[in-house]
């Protein structure tokens, strides 16, 4: 009876699980999906590193990225989850006292929702899905900010347009305090991929949570398009 313990015990996955994501990845991921991985696999710890920047998963010793974003040839192994875009977003405040544009020469009528780079306004470079061809359109706002989060708070604040990626966007959609704008446009923000390293050894513990976010991110970006 206790050999058999020893063995169940050996079997059941477990150890340290480390995954980095960038700052905005618990928006959209749900914080149950968590609760009930633990639940369900008591010996398996996680630990994310949040953090906009690609880090070097073997040097920092990580086990599996999420990366959002057009990805670069490398040495990794990449699993595409996912599409990843970006669509015109904005508060209902926004359009209280004047009418939703209807074609994107109407932009310019709107404040938008900036980069500090974007010293004389900014330029968006969209498609529709009909086809591939993108489309310059001249913006224009009086409130810049380089974080992809804060453009999403800013948006959602009143303060203009916003050119947001969907797997932020719609979260808050679906509570009322977004609306979409001129749903035929779109930018192409690459992919979602889960990464892994090619030459690390793939513990159960590790392949259990990248089933998890397989199929966690596959459900909460599914109504997104």
């Given at each position: 009876m206790a050999n058999q313990s020893i063995t169940l015990s050996q079997r059941e996955p477990q150890g340290v699980v480390r995954v980095?994501?960038?700052v905005d990845f618990f928006k959209y991921f749900?914080?149950?999906a968590i609760v009930e991985f633990m639940q369900q696999y008591p010996k398996i710890e996680l630990s994310f590193l949040l953090d906009n920047r690609n880090l070097d998963l073997v040097e920092e010793n990580i086990d599996i990225a999420v990366r959002i974003s057009k990805l670069e040839d490398s040495s990794?192994?990449?699993k595409k989850v996912s599409e990843n875009k970006a669509g015109l977003f904005a508060s209902p405040i926004l359009f209280e006292q004047q009418a939703p544009?209807?074609?994107l020469e109407d932009l310019k009528n709107f404040p938008c929702v900036l980069k500090p780079a974007d010293v004389h306004g900014g330029t968006w470079l969209l498609?529709?899905?009909k086809d591939s061809q993108k489309l310059s359109v001249q913006v224009n706002g009086r409130f810049k900010v380089n974080s992809v989060v804060d453009q999403f708070q800013a948006t959602?604040?009143?303060l203009g347009i916003g050119l947001l990626p969907y797997s932020l966007a719609f979260v808050e959609v679906k509570r009322g305090n977004l609306v979409p704008v001129l749903t035929n446009y779109w930018q192409d923000l690459g992919g979602i991929y889960i990464v892994t390293p090619t030459l690390k050894f793939r513990s159960p513990a590790v392949q259990l949570v990248i089933d998890l976010l397989n199929e966690k991110l596959n459900i909460s970006l599914a109504d997104q398009t």
């Open positions: 980095t994501a960038s749900s914080y149950q990794l192994v990449a544009p209807e074609k498609q529709t899905d959602k604040a009143g």
